[in-house]
């Protein structure tokens, strides 16, 4: 209510600033830093674990300006925005160094311009792999899914798996633990921070990792509603979009080290854990290509430009 | 039925006074929730086979199942929403009347007409609100967001047109209870 | 406006709103609009309906619907009441022995449903007629119906468990096991009661009876011969068979839990079909009928109240009070009564699903800081949130219980369940003094934790 209030939704679990899920962190850090950049004429709060409003409604609720910020995987908005299953489209990036490098790229460009079209706008890119945790054997090559029942979690991931020969299924995520441990469910596909709050662990004993390279990244971007953005004086503004900005370093940090910490996890609950190799990613990348990028460029001229544009990055 | 307690139906009087309009309108009402109360009941069954079926095809024959639930869930939603109406003219949706004991008999008549206005000012918002998010989803060409990705006008279809019969039902009945307060 | 003075005013707005007769749907999303309309971005209404129906879109919580489906096919066929005879049969020389049927019947639905509605639904629509044909009072019928079907959420499965272990970080197996001690304690505390209020009423029956008054259906005696009770073994078989059937479904792998739930609807129905021959429109119509009307009214309340916590979580109403609390520095066991207290009055008008997304993030640090353990605790609050559910004004149960036996008043609902409130509070009690009820199960199964 009180005039330069920013209210962040997100859908992970809350904590402080100094401990629990990065993402909860990185929103927290945020919201500190622009208020002492502001001398408190700016704050933010947070709103951990979807506290505020259901998972899937945060996107629009931005786009309308009846919320003024967001951490929310991008693709979420697939439905309503077709261009933004391109933040988890499997293998379009493969590695930390291609997935940062969309920012300043022509694939970046053009898909914030979109966004801004849409009435939000991008104020941290921020990036996570993501790894599949399986209950018997470890995913690691295509070839291994077959015949395992697996929750993708995307329309495109679950294209893939079908491919591969899976018997995709889906699910809520809250389901995953109960079905994992009743086995109507053999493995389930997510990022490594998630991997690490599902517990999936105690249920699950193979982790394949997303260390090094995969072919699942997920686009997670801070985002601020337009509106709400464009009533700002300018000096907030760039606040804002330089905290933003400072912050990608340390999602990328935070990412990273999640990525090392959910193997660690699985080795000391007894379960083992597998890293992609080079051939492995362009196997699952091939496969991508017949499928989810065929589909996704055949939605619109759109689609398929920024599916171009994104090629180009790797 | 087995049980001799279940006085369903005995508790409420009839409530729309007969003949002239209302009454008319009223069987107009009760005709459309018959119907809706039947394709809800198959819409209600479909759900709970779809589920079924999808373990048999998955486990079985080893077939993907990416849109039961979201199926299942859309039969569900549209059902309670059609449904809403019909459980209103029944008096389903539950208050809490513990004042109306307390209470002169023609104050309680002027409480309860005021509760219906309340409830029909209610629903009649978000049967507008409805009607918006409907023509959005429409106009973008919006879908979910799953494998199975189906158009989201058709829930939201159903959630306004769910809303709009539960406002009329509830005008109905509000209508009602003032003619019945001036004879 | 300070966040203290609107909170208050939403709480007082919401009392009158409700008090008032509204139905609580429309009365929650009333007092929702109206605090949007005066202290939020006018863009907030535009997304209402998307919210509710983002809400309701949810599979875990339309089964709902299903379970009370599973319920009504049982509940409303005579395989309810064969069920019941049978179970009377063999129990009826037990003081109370219906009644600690019904518990034992709740907890086993409570066994295969993750939601308490569900489960008061399913077991109340046989359970409560069979009952008060038997002598027992209505409140006393519908109070036990209303606490067994709590257990709903604290036996697993269990959708508000799911929802914290998310929140806190904790393990959900652990937490599923830790609820079986405090489930089983509960079950013990009700069938105990029910023997003791059973002995009340009969014993004041036999008095009115002895006195020259109406005789009571308590005092009439049942008279069976071994072999009719055995004869009324095969009865039982149903039932049985649906919980082994859906047990096997769930456990065996071979079902997703929402599956199950429609695995079951469908299970029950094809029992009912197969072994009483109701399969005919005319004789599913009114199954369906009240499966619909029902599972639509708790939708409603259900949808409708995400809205009301949404305007109480972006006003910070909800947030505002648990930091208050938390900045109070109370002392161990003091900061515990104060939250279990919050919770108790968020109880008041919120179901428990709404309570965990608003509160753990904010009470769950403070309370780990003090040193308690969070499954523990997840277990204590979720006994407390059962409360709420049979507390008015927004109690999901008794809504359900008035709905199963319209012409038990309310009032009579209410105060039946007064004396198990008292020994859920109790419950609480034993948990704090003795942890172990909850802790010993998981530490045993999955090791003591680090
Ligand atoms: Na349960
Ligand atoms: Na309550």
Redesign the interface.
Same mark, same amino acid.
């Given at each position: 209510q009180s005039a330069g209030e920013l209210k962040i939704s997100h859908q992970f679990p809350g904590g402080t600033a100094t401990e629990g899920d990065f993402r909860d962190r990185l929103c927290r850090r945020f919201s500190a830093e622009i208020g002492k950049r502001t001398n408190g004429a700016l704050r933010g709060t947070v709103y951990p674990g979807s506290s505020l409003m259901k998972t899937?409604a945060q996107f629009s609720s931005v786009r309308k300006g009846a919320l003024d910020m967001t951490l929310v995987p991008l693709?979420?908005?697939?439905?309503?925005v077709p261009e933004t299953?391109i933040g988890l489209m499997p293998g379009i990036v493969t590695n930390y160094d291609q997935a940062v490098s969309w920012k300043k790229a022509e694939v970046g460009k053009a898909l914030a311009n979109i966004l801004a079209d849409k009435g939000v706008l991008i104020v941290s890119w921020i990036w996570q792999a993501g790894g599949v945790a399986s209950r018997t054997v470890p995913i690691v090559n295509p070839e291994d899914a077959k015949?395992l029942?697996v929750r993708?979690g995307?329309?495109e991931m679950?294209?893939v798996l079908?491919a591969a020969g899976?018997?995709?299924?889906?699910?809520p995520s809250n389901e995953i633990y109960a079905a994992m441990q009743t086995g109507a469910l053999d493995a389930a596909m997510t990022s490594s921070t998630s991997l690490i709050s599902f517990r999936l662990e105690e249920v699950a004993k193979a982790l394949t990792t997303g260390r090094g390279k995969t072919y699942w990244f997920m686009f997670e971007p801070l985002l601020i509603s337009r509106t709400v953005f464009e009533k700002l004086p300018k000096a907030q503004q760039d606040v804002i979009m330089a905290v933003g900005a400072e912050m990608e370093a340390f999602a990328l940090e935070g990412a990273k080290a999640d990525d090392q910490a959910v193997a660690a996890v699985y080795q000391k609950a007894g379960g083992k854990a597998y890293d992609l190799n080079d051939a492995a990613v362009k196997k699952w990348q091939a496969i991508a290509r017949d499928t989810a990028w065929k589909d996704f460029a055949g939605k619109n001229e759109s689609c398929a430009r920024i599916l171009k544009l994104a090629e180009a990055t790797l | 039925?087995?049980?001799?307690?279940?006085?369903?139906g005995?508790?409420k009087a009839p409530e729309i006074p007969e003949g002239g309009i209302l009454e008319g309108i009223n069987r107009l009402m009760q005709g459309l929730h018959t119907a809706i109360?039947f394709l809800?009941?198959i819409a209600?069954?479909l /759900?709970?086979?779809?589920?079924?079926s999808?373990?048999f095809l998955?486990?079985f024959l080893?077939?993907?199942?990416?849109?039961?639930?979201?199926m299942?869930?859309?039969l569900?939603?549209g059902?309670?929403f059609m449904?809403?109406g019909?459980?209103q003219s029944?008096r389903?949706?539950?208050?809490?009347? /513990?004042?109306?004991s307390l209470l002169p008999p023609l104050v309680n008549r002027l409480?309860?007409v @005021?509760?219906d206005l309340?409830?029909f000012?209610?629903?009649s918002? @978000?049967s507008w609100?409805?009607m918006?998010?409907l023509h959005e989803a429409w106009v973008?060409g919006?879908?979910?967001?799953?494998?199975w990705?189906p158009p989201?006008w058709i829930?939201?279809g159903f959630?306004t047109t769910g809303m709009t019969l539960l406002s009329l039902q509830i005008l109905l009945q509000l209508l009602a209870g003032i003619v019945r307060k001036e004879k | 406006m300070a966040e203290s003075t609107i909170g208050m005013l939403y709480g007082l707005g919401t009392l009158i &709103?409700?008090?008032?007769? %509204?139905? %609580? +749907?429309?009365?929650l999303?009333?007092i929702a609009?109206l605090f949007m309309l005066v202290f939020m971005p006018a863009a907030a209404?535009?997304t !209402?309906?998307?919210n &509710?129906?983002e809400e309701?879109?949810? %599979?875990t919580l339309?089964s709902i619907?299903?379970f009370i489906?599973k319920g009504a096919a049982i509940g409303?066929s005579?395989a309810?009441?064969d069920l019941y005879l049978a179970i009377h049969a063999w129990m009826h020389k037990i003081p109370g022995g219906l009644g600690i049927a019904n518990v034992f019947a709740c907890a086993l639905f409570a066994a295969m449903a993750g939601s308490s509605p569900a489960t008061c639904s399913a077991i109340g629509g046989?359970g !409560?007629?069979?009952m008060? $044909?038997r002598g027992y009072s209505p409140g006393f019928a519908a109070g036990i119906i209303a606490a067994g079907g709590t257990l709903g959420i604290l036996l697993p499965p269990s959708i508000t468990m799911i929802l914290f272990a998310v929140a806190a970080e904790q393990s959900l197996g652990r937490l599923f096991l830790a609820g079986i001690g405090p489930g089983l304690l509960l079950v013990a505390l009700f069938a105990g009661y029910a023997v003791f209020r059973f002995k009340v009423e009969y014993n004041s029956a036999l008095d009115v009876w002895h006195s020259g008054g109406a005789k009571s259906a308590y005092l009439d005696e049942m008279k069976m011969t071994r072999a009719d009770k055995t004869r009324m073994l095969p009865r039982v078989i149903p039932f049985v068979l649906l919980l082994i059937g859906v047990m096997a479904?769930l456990y065996g792998g071979? +079902?997703t839990p $929402?599956?199950t739930?429609?695995?079951g609807?469908?299970l029950a129905?094809a029992l009912i079909a197969g072994i009483y021959g109701v399969w005919r429109p005319a004789q599913?119509?009114?199954i369906?009928?009240s499966?619909?009307?029902e599972?639509?009214?708790l939708?409603?309340i259900i949808g409708m109240s995400l809205l009301y916590s949404y305007v109480m979580s972006y006003l910070h109403i909800s947030q505002g009070a648990a930091e208050w609390i938390v900045a109070m520095h109370l002392s161990k066991w003091l900061l515990l009564a104060a939250i279990l207290l919050f919770v108790v009055v968020l109880g008041f008008f919120l179901p428990p699903v709404s309570i965990i997304l608003m509160t753990a993030p904010i009470i769950l640090p403070p309370l780990k800081d003090a040193g308690f353990d969070l499954i523990w605790f997840g277990i204590v609050m979720t006994v407390v949130m059962e409360m709420g559910l049979i507390h008015?004004?927004v109690g999901l149960n008794i809504?359900v219980i008035?709905?199963v036996?319209?012409?038990i008043p309310?009032?009579d609902i209410v105060w039946g369940v007064m004396p198990f409130l008292g020994l859920m509070f109790l419950a609480v009690l034993l948990l704090c003094l003795f942890p172990g009820i909850a802790t010993w199960l998981p530490d045993l199964v999955m090791g003591v934790a680090s």
């Amino acid at each position: 209510q009180s005039a330069g209030e920013l209210k962040i939704s997100h859908q992970f679990p809350g904590g402080t600033a100094t401990e629990g899920d990065f993402r909860d962190r990185l929103c927290r850090r945020f919201s500190a830093e622009i208020g002492k950049r502001t001398n408190g004429a700016l704050r933010g709060t947070v709103y951990p674990g979807s506290s505020l409003m259901k998972t899937n409604a945060q996107f629009s609720s931005v786009r309308k300006g009846a919320l003024d910020m967001t951490l929310v995987p991008l693709s979420y908005a697939g439905g309503e925005v077709p261009e933004t299953n391109i933040g988890l489209m499997p293998g379009i990036v493969t590695n930390y160094d291609q997935a940062v490098s969309w920012k300043k790229a022509e694939v970046g460009k053009a898909l914030a311009n979109i966004l801004a079209d849409k009435g939000v706008l991008i104020v941290s890119w921020i990036w996570q792999a993501g790894g599949v945790a399986s209950r018997t054997v470890p995913i690691v090559n295509p070839e291994d899914a077959k015949g395992l029942k697996v929750r993708g979690g995307s329309r495109e991931m679950d294209m893939v798996l079908k491919a591969a020969g899976s018997t995709v299924l889906t699910l809520p995520s809250n389901e995953i633990y109960a079905a994992m441990q009743t086995g109507a469910l053999d493995a389930a596909m997510t990022s490594s921070t998630s991997l690490i709050s599902f517990r999936l662990e105690e249920v699950a004993k193979a982790l394949t990792t997303g260390r090094g390279k995969t072919y699942w990244f997920m686009f997670e971007p801070l985002l601020i509603s337009r509106t709400v953005f464009e009533k700002l004086p300018k000096a907030q503004q760039d606040v804002i979009m330089a905290v933003g900005a400072e912050m990608e370093a340390f999602a990328l940090e935070g990412a990273k080290a999640d990525d090392q910490a959910v193997a660690a996890v699985y080795q000391k609950a007894g379960g083992k854990a597998y890293d992609l190799n080079d051939a492995a990613v362009k196997k699952w990348q091939a496969i991508a290509r017949d499928t989810a990028w065929k589909d996704f460029a055949g939605k619109n001229e759109s689609c398929a430009r920024i599916l171009k544009l994104a090629e180009a990055t790797l | 039925m087995s049980h001799g307690f279940e006085l369903e139906g005995a508790v409420k009087a009839p409530e729309i006074p007969e003949g002239g309009i209302l009454e008319g309108i009223n069987r107009l009402m009760q005709g459309l929730h018959t119907a809706i109360m039947f394709l809800s009941s198959i819409a209600l069954l479909l /759900a709970s086979l779809i589920l079924c079926s999808s373990v048999f095809l998955r486990y079985f024959l080893k077939i993907p199942t990416d849109w039961q639930d979201e199926m299942s869930v859309f039969l569900l939603v549209g059902a309670t929403f059609m449904c809403a109406g019909y459980v209103q003219s029944q008096r389903g949706h539950i208050g809490i009347e /513990a004042v109306a004991s307390l209470l002169p008999p023609l104050v309680n008549r002027l409480r309860l007409v @005021f509760c219906d206005l309340v409830s029909f000012l209610f629903c009649s918002f @978000f049967s507008w609100k409805s009607m918006l998010l409907l023509h959005e989803a429409w106009v973008d060409g919006q879908t979910t967001s799953s494998s199975w990705a189906p158009p989201l006008w058709i829930p939201y279809g159903f959630m306004t047109t769910g809303m709009t019969l539960l406002s009329l039902q509830i005008l109905l009945q509000l209508l009602a209870g003032i003619v019945r307060k001036e004879k | 406006m300070a966040e203290s003075t609107i909170g208050m005013l939403y709480g007082l707005g919401t009392l009158i &709103v409700m008090f008032s007769g %509204i139905p %609580i +749907a429309f009365a929650l999303g009333t007092i929702a609009v109206l605090f949007m309309l005066v202290f939020m971005p006018a863009a907030a209404t535009d997304t !209402i309906t998307q919210n &509710v129906f983002e809400e309701m879109a949810n %599979i875990t919580l339309l089964s709902i619907p299903l379970f009370i489906l599973k319920g009504a096919a049982i509940g409303r066929s005579r395989a309810g009441a064969d069920l019941y005879l049978a179970i009377h049969a063999w129990m009826h020389k037990i003081p109370g022995g219906l009644g600690i049927a019904n518990v034992f019947a709740c907890a086993l639905f409570a066994a295969m449903a993750g939601s308490s509605p569900a489960t008061c639904s399913a077991i109340g629509g046989a359970g !409560i007629p069979e009952m008060r $044909s038997r002598g027992y009072s209505p409140g006393f019928a519908a109070g036990i119906i209303a606490a067994g079907g709590t257990l709903g959420i604290l036996l697993p499965p269990s959708i508000t468990m799911i929802l914290f272990a998310v929140a806190a970080e904790q393990s959900l197996g652990r937490l599923f096991l830790a609820g079986i001690g405090p489930g089983l304690l509960l079950v013990a505390l009700f069938a105990g009661y029910a023997v003791f209020r059973f002995k009340v009423e009969y014993n004041s029956a036999l008095d009115v009876w002895h006195s020259g008054g109406a005789k009571s259906a308590y005092l009439d005696e049942m008279k069976m011969t071994r072999a009719d009770k055995t004869r009324m073994l095969p009865r039982v078989i149903p039932f049985v068979l649906l919980l082994i059937g859906v047990m096997a479904a769930l456990y065996g792998g071979y +079902a997703t839990p $929402s599956e199950t739930a429609g695995l079951g609807g469908i299970l029950a129905l094809a029992l009912i079909a197969g072994i009483y021959g109701v399969w005919r429109p005319a004789q599913l119509k009114p199954i369906l009928n009240s499966t619909l009307k029902e599972s639509t009214m708790l939708m409603f309340i259900i949808g409708m109240s995400l809205l009301y916590s949404y305007v109480m979580s972006y006003l910070h109403i909800s947030q505002g009070a648990a930091e208050w609390i938390v900045a109070m520095h109370l002392s161990k066991w003091l900061l515990l009564a104060a939250i279990l207290l919050f919770v108790v009055v968020l109880g008041f008008f919120l179901p428990p699903v709404s309570i965990i997304l608003m509160t753990a993030p904010i009470i769950l640090p403070p309370l780990k800081d003090a040193g308690f353990d969070l499954i523990w605790f997840g277990i204590v609050m979720t006994v407390v949130m059962e409360m709420g559910l049979i507390h008015p004004p927004v109690g999901l149960n008794i809504f359900v219980i008035k709905n199963v036996a319209p012409d038990i008043p309310l009032k009579d609902i209410v105060w039946g369940v007064m004396p198990f409130l008292g020994l859920m509070f109790l419950a609480v009690l034993l948990l704090c003094l003795f942890p172990g009820i909850a802790t010993w199960l998981p530490d045993l199964v999955m090791g003591v934790a680090s």
